[in-house]
């Protein structure tokens, strides 16, 4: 009790317990009890974006962090330092284990092309030394063409299967093997010889999908084209290598030295891949965190299914066949061919025969443009790449270097079939060699963008199409030079095709994912 007429000291009541949330599409006025603040501290930071008791923005501690579509920054080098990252990203590309999985394929392309062009020099001595035709020369030339035309298809559902290293690693065995043994097969008989020619074309038949392979598995999307330019760099190199070293070789060794030489290189490169390589970024022992990251991050954009259940079924054939984007691919890798194979196999008998240079001679002339080729092979797919992180459209720019690829040619060809001297006629076939490097970056590279799933057996099937148009090609011209004694009329004929080429992949090349499942 307290004694009367004293006063109660003035008490501040307890407070009300905190009234259960209640559950509304208002926000309560009410902070909560974890952010209740004594009066006259100050107010929390969020309440700065109040305003009339509503949130302009949402506070930033509950805000989704933003999406950095950039690459994550190497490791030790600094966000804020642009230039710094920049030479410091460069520095990781040049020394990562990707770009020496791009190196070894350019190596085995290389080794893939030199193999094969050595036929396009020892044409000339073995055709005076049996007395051959240019009707039987071109069919000689052909035999390989006829073995690449039994394997693509073969080889691309292989490659989706078992993974572009292992199959890699059996094609290159076994096509230095069969250029390793045509001295042999020659002294035997002329269709022994023909036998090796189109073994070399069946094992030669998956190098291209198994390449496409690797990479799909190896590089992010925004690095694709590079990827491919250094490995069609490779490839193009491989026939200035046959055709400069062959000449001098023969003239030391004879007639077949070339091929011994070449394909003793081929098991040293089968020796070096199978211990350096994995077949997957995941599966490589000395692939660093950061670089293994960046890969799997730079994939997921396209889902390629690797290894999954749909890759191991059988290839939806029909409805491959079925979609315009195909036939656009077909189209494309059937005049990549025609143009390739024709230059590739009568351009040292074309300087022959219309300027009369010697073998020696007319091997410079062929090999020059090869080697502008690999150069403006791999800048082309620096300028894709850069255009597709800039913003530009993947159909778009598969469209603008494809047509490059093609236009490029066609009008060169013309300026060719006008040249009056083996100069200028060279520097007309250099424009038009290294040009057409720019369908690597088209429809090369489009392979795996319209069915990463299927990429292997879809560029068996278009390399199917592109040795029938080979073939065509390099038996026509002999046969045109027969009936018309000049290789101009031919020419002419090529350079209309590259145009309508062109026309029929621009109306229908797409450089989206198409759905050949039925999923979709």
């Given at each position: 009790?307290t004694?009367?007429g004293q006063?109660?000291?003035?008490a501040r009541?307890?407070?009300?317990?905190?009234?259960?949330?209640?559950?509304?599409?208002?926000?309560s006025?009410?902070?909560?009890p974890?952010r209740?603040h004594?009066?006259?501290s100050?107010p929390?930071?969020?309440?700065?974006?109040?305003?009339?008791d509503?949130f302009?923005?949402?506070?930033?501690q509950?805000?989704?962090?933003?999406?950095?579509?950039?690459p994550?920054t190497?490791?030790?080098?600094s966000a804020?330092?642009?230039?710094?990252a920049q030479?410091?990203?460069?520095?990781?590309?040049v020394?990562?284990?990707?770009?020496k999985?791009?190196?070894m394929?350019g190596?085995?392309?290389?080794?893939?092309?030199?193999?094969?062009?050595v036929m396009?020099?020892?044409i000339?001595?073995?055709?005076q030394?049996y007395?051959w035709?240019?009707?039987?020369a071109?069919?000689?030339?052909s035999?390989?063409?006829w073995?690449?035309?039994m394997s693509?298809?073969?080889?691309?559902?292989l490659?989706?299967?078992y993974?572009?290293k292992r199959?890699?690693?059996?094609?290159?065995a076994?096509?230095s093997l069969?250029?390793?043994?045509s001295p042999w097969?020659?002294?035997?008989?002329i269709?022994?010889?023909?036998?090796?020619r189109v073994?070399?074309?069946?094992?030669?038949?998956?190098?291209l999908?198994?390449m496409?392979?690797?990479?799909l598995?190896?590089f992010?999307?925004?690095e694709r084209?590079s990827a491919v330019?250094?490995a069609?760099?490779g490839?193009q190199?491989g026939n200035?290598i046959?055709?400069l070293?062959?000449?001098?070789i023969m003239s030391r060794?004879?007639?077949?030295g070339p091929f011994?030489?070449f394909?003793?290189?081929g098991?040293?490169w089968?020796?070096?891949?199978?211990?350096a390589i994995?077949?997957?970024p995941g599966?490589h022992?000395?692939?660093?965190?950061?670089?293994?990251?960046y890969?799997?991050?730079?994939?997921k954009l396209?889902?390629p299914q690797?290894?999954s259940?749909?890759?191991?079924?059988?290839?939806p054939f029909?409805?491959?066949?079925?979609k315009?984007p195909?036939?656009?691919l077909?189209s494309?890798?059937?005049?990549h061919?025609?143009?390739?194979f024709?230059i590739?196999?009568?351009?040292p008998?074309?300087?022959?025969?219309?300027y009369?240079?010697?073998?020696?001679?007319a091997?410079?002339?062929?090999?020059?443009?090869?080697?502008?080729?690999?150069?403006l092979?791999?800048v082309?797919?620096l300028v894709?790449d850069m255009?597709?992180?800039n913003?530009?459209?993947?159909?778009l720019t598969r469209?603008?270097?494809q047509?490059i690829?093609?236009?490029?040619p066609?009008?060169?060809?013309l300026?060719l079939?006008?040249?009056?001297?083996?100069?200028?006629?060279s520097a007309?076939?250099t424009?038009?060699?290294?040009?057409?490097?720019?369908?690597?970056s088209?429809?090369?590279?489009?392979?795996?963008e319209i069915a990463?799933q299927y990429?292997?057996?879809?560029?068996g099937m278009?390399?199917t199409?592109?040795?029938?148009?080979?073939?065509?090609g390099?038996?026509?011209?002999?046969?045109?030079?027969d009936r018309m004694g000049s290789f101009?009329?031919f020419?002419?004929l090529?350079s209309?095709?590259?145009?309508?080429s062109?026309?029929?992949?621009?109306?229908?090349?797409?450089?989206e994912r198409?759905d050949?499942?039925?999923?979709?």
């Amino acid at each position: 009790m307290t004694p009367s007429g004293q006063l109660l000291p003035l008490a501040r009541p307890p407070p009300p317990p905190p009234a259960p949330p209640v559950l509304s599409s208002r926000r309560s006025r009410c902070l909560p009890p974890a952010r209740a603040h004594a009066r006259g501290s100050p107010p929390p930071l969020w309440r700065a974006h109040r305003l009339h008791d509503r949130f302009l923005h949402p506070p930033p501690q509950f805000r989704a962090p933003a999406r950095d579509p950039r690459p994550p920054t190497p490791p030790g080098v600094s966000a804020a330092g642009g230039g710094e990252a920049q030479a410091a990203a460069v520095a990781e590309f040049v020394t990562s284990e990707r770009v020496k999985v791009a190196a070894m394929l350019g190596l085995a392309l290389a080794l893939c092309n030199a193999d094969r062009v050595v036929m396009s020099v020892a044409i000339v001595p073995l055709s005076q030394a049996y007395g051959w035709t240019p009707s039987f020369a071109g069919v000689v030339q052909s035999s390989f063409l006829w073995g690449y035309l039994m394997s693509p298809i073969i080889g691309g559902a292989l490659v989706d299967y078992y993974g572009g290293k292992r199959v890699m690693a059996y094609g290159v065995a076994l096509w230095s093997l069969a250029t390793f043994l045509s001295p042999w097969a020659a002294g035997r008989s002329i269709w022994l010889f023909l036998f090796t020619r189109v073994l070399l074309g069946i094992a030669e038949g998956v190098a291209l999908p198994s390449m496409n392979n690797m990479v799909l598995r190896w590089f992010p999307h925004t690095e694709r084209s590079s990827a491919v330019g250094i490995a069609m760099a490779g490839f193009q190199l491989g026939n200035t290598i046959g055709l400069l070293l062959s000449p001098i070789i023969m003239s030391r060794t004879g007639i077949f030295g070339p091929f011994v030489i070449f394909g003793l290189f081929g098991f040293l490169w089968v020796l070096v891949w199978i211990p350096a390589i994995s077949g997957t970024p995941g599966e490589h022992a000395q692939i660093s965190a950061y670089e293994l990251e960046y890969i799997t991050k730079g994939q997921k954009l396209v889902k390629p299914q690797i290894g999954s259940a749909k890759t191991k079924k059988v290839p939806p054939f029909s409805k491959l066949l079925s979609k315009w984007p195909t036939w656009a691919l077909i189209s494309a890798n059937a005049m990549h061919s025609w143009g390739y194979f024709v230059i590739l196999s009568w351009m040292p008998v074309y300087f022959k025969t219309i300027y009369h240079v010697n073998l020696r001679d007319a091997a410079w002339f062929s090999a020059l443009p090869w080697v502008m080729m690999a150069v403006l092979g791999y800048v082309a797919g620096l300028v894709s790449d850069m255009l597709i992180r800039n913003g530009t459209n993947i159909t778009l720019t598969r469209k603008i270097m494809q047509s490059i690829g093609f236009l490029g040619p066609g009008i060169a060809l013309l300026g060719l079939n006008a040249a009056k001297s083996p100069i200028i006629a060279s520097a007309w076939l250099t424009v038009a060699v290294g040009l057409k490097s720019f369908g690597h970056s088209g429809f090369l590279v489009n392979l795996q963008e319209i069915a990463p799933q299927y990429a292997g057996v879809l560029h068996g099937m278009s390399n199917t199409a592109g040795t029938f148009a080979a073939i065509l090609g390099t038996v026509g011209a002999g046969f045109f030079v027969d009936r018309m004694g000049s290789f101009r009329g031919f020419l002419i004929l090529t350079s209309l095709l590259y145009f309508s080429s062109t026309l029929f992949w621009d109306i229908f090349a797409t450089g989206e994912r198409v759905d050949f499942d039925g999923t979709g």
